[in-house]
T-cell receptor, first 112, second 115 residues
């Protein structure tokens, strides 16, 4: 069991659908992250939120839209995705951006 | 820009053997270095974190070392067990472009421990 909870675990969607990925932590961490991981590749950073403010956006296409409604919750809104966006999406959190990151189990996303 | 390399990409050993996984990074100005384990289809589990001022960290059968000057870290696993089979990732925590700090991951070493 991890202390960072991601839902759903699996998601299959068409290219015209709109869906959201959710990440939650109750460790009091003030930094939260989204990573994308393709098969047999390392995780790639997408977004970093620090104190609920977006601090890093690694040139991610606008079809991915992050949201941090409060310090415990991080969402990733998806719209008009492409087949190449199929991947494992990992959420992580840390006390601060210089502290160890704790990862969730990820959402396996498949785009038809 | 930080780059992290892990060698070997895959390793297969018989149960009970001691083994070493290697990680190298190009920018020695790191805050810390973290070793993770990833099981197939799962998230990352943090194993050890070494601060830039430290030389090594130990947890059970795992020992991680850090040599900032040479840009290298090693993960030593003693008395390997089949349950150790997983992909091991190292990640260097450093400044990205601009003033933001981020983790840069290596591509991982896929370890198989044969019973």
């Amino acid at each position: 069991d991890t202390e960072v909870t991601q839902t759903p675990k699996h998601l299959v969607m068409g290219m015209t659908n709109k869906k959201s990925l959710k990440c939650e932590q109750h460790m009091g961490h003030r930094a939260m992250y989204w990573y994308k991981q393709k098969a047999k590749k390392p995780p790639e950073l997408m977004f970093v939120y620090s104190y609920e403010k977006l601090s890093i956006n690694e040139s991610v296409p606008s079809r991915f839209s992050p949201e941090c409604p409060n310090s415990s919750l991080l969402n990733l809104h998806l719209h008009a995705l492409q087949p190449e966006d199929s991947a494992l999406y990992l959420c992580a959190s840390s006390q601060g951006t210089d502290q160890p990151q704790h990862f969730g189990d990820g959402t396996r996303l498949s785009i038809l | 820009k930080q780059e992290v390399t892990q060698i070997p990409a895959a390793l297969s050993v018989p149960e009970g053997e001691n083994l070493v996984l290697n990680c190298s990074f190009t920018d020695s100005a790191i805050y810390n270095l973290q070793w993770f384990r990833q099981d197939p289809g799962k998230g990352l589990t943090s194993l050890l974190l070494i601060q830039s001022s430290q030389r090594e960290q130990t947890s059970g059968r795992l020992n991680a070392s850090l040599d900032k000057s040479s840009g290298r870290s090693t993960l030593y696993i003693a008395a390997s067990q089949p349950g150790d089979s997983a992909t091991y990732l190292c990640a260097a925590h450093s400044l990205s472009s601009g003033s933001a700090r981020q983790l840069t991951f290596g591509s991982g070493t896929q370890l198989t421990v044969l019973p």
